[in-house]
Each structure stands twice: as C-alpha cells, then as structure tokens.
C-alpha cells in the first residue's frame, strides 16, 4: 500500500502524516542497536525493544525555550540531526500559501557569511531588486506597461549583479565535503522539517552550520526560486489529472479548515509572494520556541546539551506564533467533485476523522491497514483481484496530515472494462462489512502484526527514529507517546472497529471525487 501511496501522492508534492511516514522514513544506513527483529509478530517481543530504547532517550530546553531530544546509539560512529519547525501550510496567511514551503526551499541558500562573497554589497543589491519587483507589481496594477518593460529590464539587470555575488549551494557543498549525507527538508500542512545525517565527530560543525542557518538566514535567490516552485506547481498539480483532483477534493472536503489549501500554494498567490512576506513568516514561525531538535546516534547526552547552549543559546526569546483555531464544522450532507480531464478515470472517497491525539487513532490506523495494506487487504483482494473493476484500489487514514481533524481516504483507478461506479459499489460494500460484520480474531492479529513490524522498521534508523521523535514530541506533547502505538493497537478489539466504522462510515461524511476522461 505505502508504495503505491508515495508514488500518487509524491508526485503531486503532498506530505504524508507521521502514521504513513513509518513506512518509508529516510535512513542514515545504521540500524539501532534495539531493533534486531522488524518482524516479530509478537508484541511481548517489542516491548523489551521499545522499553531499551526509551531509556537512550534524555531531554532538555534552553532557556529560550528550544526543545531537544537526544538519543544515544553508539553502535556506529554516526549521528542523524532533524531540525523540526512547528509550522506548516496551515499557519500561512489568507493570500500568501505557499510561504512556508518558500522558506523551505531558501532554507538552504545561506546566511551572512555562507553563500555570498560580499554579503554588505549583495544586500544593497537584493534589496534594490525587491523595490523595483514592487514597482513592477504598481505599474501592472496600472496597465502601465511602458513602464512595467523599462522595469522588467532594470529587474533583469540587477537580478545578474546579485547573481555575481552568491556562492552555489556554499551550504550544502559544506557539509558534503564533512561527510554529511542525505541532506534535505520537506513541509507538510502541519510542519517544515530540516534533516541530514553526519559522522559523529563532526557534532560541533552540524552545531555551528544549522544554528547560523536559522540565525542569520538571507534569503537569496529568491525570484529564481519563485520561477522553480511555479514549474514544480505545473509539473505536479496543473499538468497533472491527479495533482488536480487532489486538490479540488481537498477544498470540497474541507469548508473552513486550512488543510483544504495545497502546501505548495496556489500559484496566484505564489506569484504575489516577496522577500518581504517570508521574512515576516521567518520571524513569527522560527522563534527558539517554536523549534524542537532530534538528534540519534554516537553522541554523549553532556556534550550535546553544552554544546547546544553556545551556539542554539545565542537565539533571542520570541513570544509564541498564533495557533490554528479554526475548527471545521460538522458536515451536514455528502459533497461531490466530478473533473473531465485527459486521464483514465479515477475514484476517490473521503470521510472526516479526528486528529493523532484522539484516543480511537489506533482504531483507525487498523481499520485503514486492514481495507488497504497490501495484497491481502481487502480493497485489494475485491475490487482488484476478484471483481477487476480497479487497477489500483488503496486508502490511508491521516491525510492531507493529522495534527488537527482530517480524512481517512480511498482512492482506486479504475479498470479498463469497469466504470467508476462500480469502484464505487464495490468500496461501499467492503466499507459496510466493516460496519456489519466483526473482523476475525485472525484478521485482526495479522493487521496489528503488520503495524508492529511496520513501526520497528521505521525506527531501525537514526534519521527515522529522530524524525519520529520530534514529530511526536510537538503532536502529542510527548515523545514516548511514539512507543505508546504498540499497546495503543494491541487494545483494538473486532467491536472497536465496527464502533468507529459506524461512526465514520456515514453518507453526511462523504466527500466523492471522479476523474472522468473528457468527452471527445
């Protein structure tokens, strides 16, 4: 399932939750000396492993408010950093989606020092460029277009004296050259996460690098950026039939919810964007407290926590960035969204669920494992092995992310004899029997099996143990709530989950969505 699931979702630029994460985290190449069996099917044999690993973990905030979490694993001489801002998509002003996976991308364009050759000179430059790009935007509001050509030019102009000023990729080519790998980022509607893996003697240098980045960032480049983000935009949502879907789904499923908006933003409002408009979310999002650090493998606890008081300590204090509180409301009826594109037909069908933090998420993590992990999941077995009406039928629970009351969704594309009406009925009676029928004690034990294996695997890594950590840690208020799961999905009873497929399952919670091949 998470196969299929990375491949439809990556290629429209959406994140995944941290339920699906757990299947294909990045991994620095060393196992942690606690996961010695990812295949157990017996939770009395993880526990010990979870139990071991919890007691690697040490805490601790400075005075700022910056949050780390360290975890000692000395079994091979490396260490994996995730630097996790508690800021995504849905903090974004009205107007302005796409800031926060902006700042993303220019995260990695250097500060004062790194990436320029004369930092005091480019900024007289840079800031040239900004007030011309404004006046650029006057005179089109105008229709001045004499003056918007004799500005277009000048912008052009200035843009390649800026350009003569930046070193490529300084930051990157740094930490590289220091052994550093897998060095990336990604944002997701709840949060922007900064990672990569170094050896383990180079703990000071990472210390030095990610504390400047964050401290005196420049974000240069930034109109070549803008120019990167919009064709990532048209490659993967408007010049793809499912990028589109997805997106129009999401804003049908969703009335006043900001997860309804895309992540990488709407390109009106991309083109809008200034240097200006990521400062200001630069500095309400990326305050010492709103910033929790992981950090998994060779490394003494003393040391690190020394350490990140010279350099992470230098931060100022910042008042807390404003919180969503926008609930979204009950839905009343069933919505629908029907596209006619150039594409095979496509059938998605969404339900409203709550956040992480509910007390039935296990339940739904089962339910969701048991309609669509694998092979020997239902969907599979029914709609594409046994009645042949879909080529790909799958579903996840989580989505677009599950900080905040989101969707458990299916998708299927259907098959080249079948109708989309046909998935239709073929998942509705699957989703009944959920509903009228207790799952076997059988079914029930291999499901939870797979979720058990499916975590320790995910945690066989220092990057993937750090990623999940952070992520927990700012969720649910807790970093061991992530070594919760286990007894959390060993407590699901057969009535649980006919309970909650009662409870979801409802017409009025419906969201549909049809990709139909256009008419010729």
Known sequence: MINNLFKLFCLIGYSVSIIYIFSFLYTSGNNLAFAKDTTSNSSSAIFPYLEDAAKKINEFTLDNGMKFIVMENHSAPVVSFVTYADVGGVDEPDNKTGVAHFLEHLAFKGTTEIGTTNYAEEKEILDNLDNVFNLIKEAKNKKDNNKVQLLTKEFYTLQAKAHNYVKQNEFGRIVETAGAVNINAATSPDSTIYFYSFPSNKLELWMSLESQRFLNPVFREFY??????????????????????????????????????????????????????????????????????????????????????????????????????????????????????????????????????????????????????????????????????????????????????????????????ASVEEVAEALSLEIKKLKTELVSEQELERTKNKLRASLLRSLDSNLGMARALAEYEVKTGQWNNLFSQVQDLEAVSAEDIKRIANVTFKEENMTIGRILPKKK
């Open 224 to 417: 070549k950026e803008k120019n990167i983000i919009l064709e990532e935009r048209r490659l993967r949502t408007e010049n793809n039939p499912i990028g589109k879907m997805v997106e129009a789904f999401l804003d049908t499923a969703f009335v006043q919810h900001p997860y309804k908006r895309p992540v990488i933003g709407y390109s009106k409002d991309i083109n809008g964007l200034t240097r200006k408009d990521v400062q200001d979310f630069f500095d309400i999002y990326y305050g010492p407290n709103n910033l929790t650090i992981s950090i998994v493998g060779d490394v003494k606890f003393e040391e690190v926590k020394n350490l990140a008081q010279i350099y992470f300590g230098r931060y100022p204090s910042k008042v807390e960035p404003p919180k969503i509180s926008t609930v979204e409301p009950g839905q009343p009826e069933k919505r629908e969204i029907t596209l006619n594109l150039d594409s095979q037909p496509w059938y998605l069908e969404g339900y409203h669920v709550p956040s992480l933090n509910h007390p039935d998420n296990a339940v739904y993590q089962v339910i969701a494992n048991i309609l669509s992990s694998g092979r020997t999941a239902r969907l599979y077995k029914s709609l594409v092995e046994d009645k042949k009406v879909a080529l790909v039928a799958q579903g996840l629970s989580g989505y677009p992310s599950d900080k905040y009351p989101n969707l458990m969704l299916f998708y299927a594309q259907t098959s080249p004899q």
